[in-house]
């Protein structure tokens, strides 16, 4: 599975961005994909994740109600829709698949993309 993330940028607080995760080489449908980031000097945090069928979610309580995940398979990518930033969200964000579950724990994943950049300003 090759996965390539986009769409991070500089926002203000307040603002939005959608990252998008463009899966290749396999059967995407078949994966479930997970987004995680890592701020600097910190470990890699779980914020989202979406089952293979797209019928099932699971948000990090700090994004709950401000993110939100979802998959088009016919383009091969998956979504986050990220709304009401807040400077704490800054951060490499990485999607992530595997074929076991849509877990919370960034192990469980096999596959990840290189990472985009998003960058909150107060």
């Known amino acids: 599975v090759q996965l390539q993330a986009s769409g991070g940028g500089l926002v203000q607080a307040g603002g939005s961005l959608r990252l998008s995760c463009a899966g290749s080489g396999v059967t995407f449908s078949n994966y479930h994909m997970g987004w995680f980031r890592q701020a600097p000097g910190k470990e890699r945090e779980f914020a989202a994740a979406?089952?293979?069928?797209?019928?099932?979610?699971y948000y990090a309580d700090s994004v709950r109600g401000r993110f939100t995940i979802s998959r088009d398979d016919a383009k091969n990518t998956v979504y986050l829709q990220m709304n009401s930033l807040k400077p704490e969200d800054t951060a490499v964000y990485y999607c992530?698949?595997?074929?076991?579950?849509?877990?919370?724990?960034?192990?469980?994943?096999?596959?990840w993309g290189q990472g985009t950049q998003v960058t909150v300003c107060s």
């Open positions: 979406i089952n293979w069928s797209g019928g099932s979610t």
């Open positions: 992530g698949a595997n074929n076991v579950g849509y877990y919370d724990d960034s192990r469980e994943y096999d596959w």
